[in-house]
């Protein structure tokens, strides 16, 4: 049985949209804005058929790149982004999060979202 409680997938869409605004707008670090992102994600009810983490609301990569920041932090001569390492990963990683938040707004906003 459903939870009346739940969210709707419009209002999930809602929330992570000012999720990624705020990363977008610089109002929040790519990384807290992805763990925003995350928590809203965790919190939506998904459907039965969606295969893969975000796959429902197309944040799968974005929330793939939320655990990269772990795996750069904690491995920086060893793990890389875009040939990156260390410092320098996590600033590719940044842009390429602010990129595709953007992508995924401004994809909403072409589909009258």
Do not use: C
């Not at 750069?72 to 990683?93: D, I, N």
């Amino acid at each position: 049985m459903p939870d009346s409680n739940a969210p709707s997938k419009e209002q999930v869409e809602w929330a992570m949209s000012g999720a990624l605004r705020r990363i977008v707008s610089g109002a929040a670090r790519p990384r807290a804005g992805l763990r925003d992102l995350v928590a809203i994600y965790h919190s939506a009810p998904t459907a039965d058929d969606a295969q893969f983490v975000g796959e429902e609301y197309e944040i799968a990569q974005l929330i793939g790149y939320f655990y990269d920041y772990d795996d750069l932090e904690e491995h920086p001569t060893e793990v890389s982004f875009k040939g990156q390492y260390g410092a320098r990963g996590m600033a590719a990683l940044d842009t390429e999060v602010v990129r595709l938040a953007k992508a995924w707004l401004d994809a909403r906003e072409q589909a009258g979202g």
